[in-house]
Every structure is written in C-alpha cells, then in structure tokens.
C-alpha cells in the first residue's frame, strides 16, 4: 500500500465519457453537487468554529472559515461548570453563524459539541440557550464518536490511509485507529491542556498524569507503529514552530512530516525560547499559544509510548469527518486529488475537457511511469490551463504558487513541488526564479528534470489545441533509440507553426532525443 497515494480503480485510460484514469468526474453527478455547500460548526473546548465547504464535494474547498477562541472549558475541573465568560463569547458566535448561514443561504448548520459541553453540569442548558437564540441544534457527541469523526477528516485527505489518529482538543485527547479506508478501535482521554493546565502539583504531577492515561490508552489501542496523523490546533501550533526550527520554506502544514527526533528538538527548543517573541513569528493566537507547553507534555510522551514510523499532520480533523459522513461511499472512494483539479478545470480552464485529452496525447512518454506519478501528470493536464487569466509576465509563478500552496489534498510536499515546477514549465523555458529557490531545493535535480519534461511536453500539446473531440495527434518515445516522433493528420499539419515546432524541438532536447515529424495519410 502506497504511503499517500490514494487506491484507484483499475479502469481503462480512454473513453467516451473521461473514463480515464480515474473514473468520470463525480462532482457532475447531481448527487454529488448536492454536497457543493455544507456547513458545520465544532463546539470545542476551547474554540467554536464555523466552516462552510464548497466546490468539488470530494475535495471541498473553504468557502467560509472562522473561530472563535471561547475557552468554553477553562476552569471546569474546579467548578463543573462551562465558563461564564466563555459561554458568553460562545454563544455571541453561535448568533453571528447563524446570520451568516442565513446571508449564505444554508438551510441548516449541522453543530457538534464535545468534551466541554458534553462534561459539563450546565452543557445541556447551554444547548437549549443555543437553540433558543438561534435555531441551532446541537449534537453533543461522546469521545468514541468524536474520535470516529476526527478519523473521517483524515480519511477525507488520505484515502485507504493506515496508522494513528490524535486529535487533541481543549479538554481531551482522542485516538482512532484507520486501516485500509476504515476507522476501527476508538478512545478517549481527558489529556487535553485545559484540563492539564488546572491539575494541582506542577509539571511533575502532570508528567505521572499523561504517564498513566498515555499508558492505559496504548494497552486499548495495542501496537500502533504505523503513520501517526495529528489533529488539532495545538499539534499545528507545534508543527508551526518545528518549521521555524528547521527553516523549513513551505509553509503548508497539511501533510506536513515529523519524525520523532525533529519532535523532541522542537519541544526542546520551545522550552529554550521566549514563547510571546516564538508565538509572533509562528503566528499563532496568544489564547493557542498558552496551551501549546501543555500540549507539548503529551506529545512527548505520545511519541514514546507509540513510536510511530513517521508523524504527519492533518488540517482535515472532525469538521472535514462530518462532510465525510454524509457522503456516499462511491464518493469516498474517489482520489482526492483528481477530483480538485477536474473541478477546477471545469470552473477556470478555457476548454474544459482538454486536460484528459492532453493527458492521452503526452502519456506515451510515460508508458513505464508508476501509478502515483501518472496521477501527478494527469492532476497537472487538469490544471495546466486554469490560470490562463493572469498577467502573461506572472503567469508561471501563478501556476507554482497555486499547485504549492493551494488546498489540495491527498498531496505529499515533493509532490506539490513537482506539480509546481511542471505547471511553472509549461508558461515558461526558464528555470530560474530565485523567488522559488528555497522551494526547488526540496525535490532533487532528477525531479526537476522530469518536472521541467512534463512542462514542456504540456506547453506543446497545448499548441495542438482544437476543440476537445478532435484528436490531437500522436506522439511516439523511443527511448532507446532517443527518438521523439510527431504524427499528425493533414488536417492537423496547420496547426503545427513556427511557435509548435520550436516548442516540440525543446521538448525534444529535454529528453535529449531527434525531434520527427512525419504526416498521416488521409
């Protein structure tokens, strides 16, 4: 099983209806479009948010996103009650949602409250308050369901992923074990920092604390060596901070990877660091920041007790499992990927439809490619033209910022770098752009070559252009031969100008072969 790559259908590569690769697009489906807009909000125990996803049901994009930090459960291990202040804050947010769904146009917000609420003495008035004041219904789920959710969320970026789920939260810490596209064994804890910050005795009775729980967790959970996915504001906080210890260039933390060494050097260097000057620069929110050296203890102690084989990081957490619930399972199956930049063709190419023909045109240059770089070279033919209406001169640089740093799952970081450098390539023969030079570095000079081949091989296939039934042409790799040939029909043969031979003849060079054109009898 691949690492990230998704599982695919073993389908046919051509076919009336974009068969390709990967199936016809869902998100045409009615069924799928009905998805297009969902809006959930997560209650948490210290923050209540509000997401609103739309576009491509599978890979939904962030139509509308904001938080709210509440601290819903601060002071509860003393009191038993939500916190006053915080039930304020929260419920003056939860208004706010609503007439924002209402000005957006949702029929409903699908609302979860967690451990705060759920604890709680006072949890269930807060609802009826909430509801009272808003309509709102909110379903106040258990720590098992909470876990099954987070896990969903990461399925939703890494189909048929295996390893791990830690989401932690205000006021707990919840696991979930994912195998094969599947969530299976689930727990709860209370090792949430709210909770951690109100233990009586210090650092060392919150050390014999996370022990404890942190033990009796991983005999429920058994041996978990596999990928560990972290979700959760505090974990990103952390991951923040570990890419400015490493002065890591892209600043992406969806997939985002760790290993247990660079995870105890950044919990070494917080607790070395002036906090307030490291929470600037990482940008998070003083509220978050505080949790961060409690979320730190049971991070440290998490690694250790479950040694995982690499960590990696999750944007995608309990809000994105709630879209997940309600897809249907074909859709689940789907590459998250495939379906983003098919969406985006369809909304921003010139000719929708012309990515899948020139993903076939070029694709007998890639006969012996392996399965996760075919998917690459068709996410790039689907995007290779959805950014046609930037300033000509910003164009490539467009192309790269979008594949680097949009939000696209299912991506590893070297992935994004290749799909950028390709994308960059194919609006432009220069390879320099001291800009991007940090970001180059982090795919090898072999990636860059072949980044810098599919970019020109899109360029030239994009000169062929006609409408999307007609054929393109064919091309012929002999790679042992270091021959690149051209056929084209005589009803091509106009459009093979000066700009497309020069174009084919730079390709030709890349692949370090003799360009041939020869023409199709009629």
Known sequence: MSDTTPQVPNVPETGVADLGLFGKPLFQDPGARALRRVGVVDVGSNSVRMVVFDGAARSPAYFYNEKIMCALGAGMADTGHLSPEGRVRALSAMRRFSKLAEGMGLTELTAVATAAVRDATDGRAFCEEVRAQTGIKIWVIDGEEEARLSAQGVLLGWPGAYGLVCDIGGSSLEM???SGGRVGKRV???????????????AKAREAHIKEVMTGLADKMGSQRDRLFLVGGSWRAIARIDMIRRNYPLHVLHEYRMTRKSVRDTIDFIRASDMEALRVEAGVSSARASLVPYACEVLARLVKTFSPKDIAISSYGIREGMLYEQMPQRLRDRDPLIEACRFAEDKDARSPGFGRMLYNF?????????????????????LHDVSWRAHPDYRAEVCFDNATRANLGGLKHSERIFMGLALMNRYSNKRENVRFADLFAMVDDQTRIEAEILGKAMRFGAMLWMDKVAELGELRWYPKKKELHLRLSPEMMPLFGEVAEQ????????????????????
Request: hydrophobic share 40%.
């Open 188 to 202: 709860t804890s209370n090792l949430g920092p709210l909770k951690l910050r109100d233990i009586k005795g210090g």
């Open 503 to 522: 174009r084919f003849s730079s390709l030709a060079a890349s692949l370090e072969a003799q360009a041939v054109v020869t023409t199709t009898k009629r």
């Open 362 to 382: 070029i694709l007998p240059l890639y006969k012996s490619a392996p399965a996760p770089r075919k998917r690459l070279i068709k996410a790039a033919c689907l």
């Open 176 to 178: 979930a074990e994912i």
